[in-house]
């Protein structure tokens, strides 16, 4: 017969066990490794994707790029940040957070990014945060936020990062 303290860790392991494949838990433990590192599911995606590329949001410039850094990171989640301003106003895109996954067509990204544009939201900062998604669709060259709706105003972003 199995003693007390074996037949507890027994029932711990099975509860633990129930608990980790309950949907919500499993996604929230999910998240949280991801936030950790990056992970890759093409690398010639992720070669494709560090280093330094031109960011634009149309409402500022299709003529004027931004810039923005991806930089890999071996042993945590790879960071990225960058910015475009107007050169007419004050109008700007800044990007700033981690880059969780990199498939073949995108690459997941949680974090900030924050748009002011004198004609939308009345000229006030509108700011997505948290997980959101670039893809390249078609034969374009570049990678296109896939959460375009604006969050403050009726409108359509197309927030790109360009191929090298």
């Known amino acids: 017969m199995l003693g007390f303290n074996v037949m507890m860790r027994i029932v711990s392991t099975i509860f633990l066990l129930l608990l980790l494949t309950t949907p ?13 590192v990056t ?48 050169r007419e106003n004050n109008d700007y ?30 000229g006030e900062p509108v700011t997505r945060s948290g997980n959101m998604t670039f893809r390249i669709s078609g034969k374009r060259r570049y990678w296109r936020l896939k959460e375009m709706q604006n969050p403050e105003d009726n409108v359509v972003d197309y927030i790109d990062i360009f191929f090298k």
């Open 24 to 36: 919500a838990v499993a996604g929230e433990i999910n998240t949280i490794l991801q936030a950790d």
């Open 39 to 86: 992970v890759i599911n093409d690398p010639v995606a992720a070669t494709k994707l560090v280093g330094e590329h031109f960011l634009a949001l149309q409402w500022i410039s299709w003529d004027h790029f931004g810039k923005v850094t991806i930089a890999k990171n071996d042993t945590a989640a790879w960071k990225i940040s960058g910015r475009q301003d107007s």
């Open 93 to 122: 895109l800044s990007i700033d957070g981690i880059v969780t996954e990199i498939s073949t067509l995108s690459f997941g990204f949680s974090g900030k990014i924050v748009t002011k544009v004198s004609l939308i939201n009345n």
